[in-house]
């Protein structure tokens, strides 16, 4: 990994007692950008997706076809920016109900009866596949195929563990003028640092407004707790990213106001490879 920007922000901007915790937060990830001449393909954009024999194209039952939104070879990504549960192999499809069919019907990460508008396929290495021709209800995505290069990725201050390590047993982050004077230079330093959304497979999310982790751990309960409740904190620790798709112009990709689709799983799903399990949440 080159890229160690998270670890050079907390040496310049982080009280000496701080570094190691935040440091020890900080997790590798796989970015996927548009890929050069000649260079290996890890994921694509856009496109038709190829799915073995019997295997339908997803639907959200009474609405209609999900648009098809990426692929990702598991095989072909580098593993030092993926967890240790992240499939070895095989390849992994993202759908979306994005509205081409009904611009009313929203998929919410807030409302169980919309979860099957977004859908995560997984197809074991060497299972045949074939191309799908996509529903004539839908206009599919131009393709866009993606490199990939390893990163360090960072939690949202929001999140509890970033707040333990930095701030010590507290329920929420304060208010801007109340933020230690320690901190505050790091804070704003981090906040000029995040500002790119792009595509990104594991590691930690990059959200347009505020932790997604909150989104889907608030709906994984039924949405019974407050910000900084410790059952919330506690299921929102439970969930990682499995991958990010941000708006794109080349494949005509815009979520909400160039915004992103975030897909996260539990740990466990995820070494069980349990992708129905994934939840969508939507930021822009």
């Known amino acids: 990994m080159t890229d160690k920007r998270y670890s050079r922000l907390a040496a310049e901007h982080l009280p000496g007692d701080l570094v190691q915790r935040w440091t020890a ?12 001449a000649a260079e290996r393909t890890v994921a694509v954009l856009g496109g038709a997706p190829e799915l073995p024999a019997g295997v339908g194209w997803p639907e959200w039952p009474g609405y209609g076809p999900l648009s098809f939104v990426a692929s990702v070879r598991c095989a072909a990504l580098p593993r030092d920016g993926l967890a240790e549960e992240f499939p070895k192999d095989g390849t992994l499809l993202f759908f979306h109900f994005d509205g081409q069919v009904d611009e009313d019907a929203i998929v919410s990460a807030d409302d169980p009866e919309t979860w099957a508008g977004a859908q995560v396929l997984y197809i074991p290495e060497s299972t045949p596949v074939f ?84 989104e889907i751990a608030n709906a994984a309960l039924g949405g019974m707790h407050v910000w900084g409740d410790q059952p919330l904190d506690q299921e929102a620790e439970r969930w990682v990213l499995l991958a990010q798709f941000g708006s794109d112009s080349d494949a005509k990709m815009t979520w909400g106001d160039e915004g992103a689709l975030y897909w996260l799983i539990r740990s466990e799903d995820l070494a069980a490879h349990r992708f129905d399990l994934a939840r969508l949440a939507v930021q822009g």
């Open 131 to 214: 191309p799908v021709e996509t529903p004539p209800v839908l206009e599919a995505f131009p393709r866009v195929e993606l490199g990939a290069d390893t990163e360090q990725s960072a939690p949202d201050l929001w999140l509890p563990q970033a707040r333990q390590a930095l701030l010590g047993d507290t329920r929420h982050w304060p208010r801007p003028r109340d933020t230690p004077a320690g901190l505050k230079p790091f804070v704003r330093a981090f906040g000029h640092l995040r500002t790119r959304i792009d595509h990104q497979v594991g590691g930690h999310a990059v959200p347009v407004q505020g932790p997604v982790e909150y």
């Open 25 to 36: 937060l900080l997790r590798p990830c796989v970015r996927l950008r548009h890929a050069e």
